[in-house]
């Protein structure tokens, strides 16, 4: 997938979630945008976790991740694995564009 064709308009507010009374992106969405596997971003964060204070990031709990699947439709099963994602704060996603 092309640069030009995830920028869309309709793709970065579409991917942006109100949790725990922050804005947030998912791994999975971020993971696209930077063209990049989850599983690969999932390990960068685990490598620099000193740089992803919880204010930055933190993976929902299996009820908010439930929750999301059942209210969009983009989210659906067996499209993300059995664990869930983490959520990136704007802060958390400046720092995982520097890690990745």
């Given at each position: 997938m092309s640069n030009s064709t995830i920028l869309t308009e309709e793709?970065?507010?579409s991917k942006i979630y109100l949790i725990r009374e922050k804005k947030v992106m998912l791994a999975g969405d971020l993971a696209k945008l930077y063209q990049v596997e989850v599983k690969r971003l999932n390990e960068q964060v685990?490598?620099?976790?000193?740089?992803?204070?919880?204010?930055f990031m933190f993976?929902?709990?299996?009820?908010?991740y439930k929750s999301l699947r059942s209210h969009f439709a983009t989210l659906k099963q067996g499209e993300h694995t059995k664990y869930p994602p983490y959520?990136?704060?704007?802060?958390?996603?400046?720092?995982?564009?520097g890690v990745l």
């Open positions: 793709f970065l507010p685990k490598r620099n976790a000193g740089r992803f204070p919880e204010s993976r929902l709990t299996f009820e908010e959520a990136f704060t704007e802060y958390g996603i400046l720092m995982l564009s």
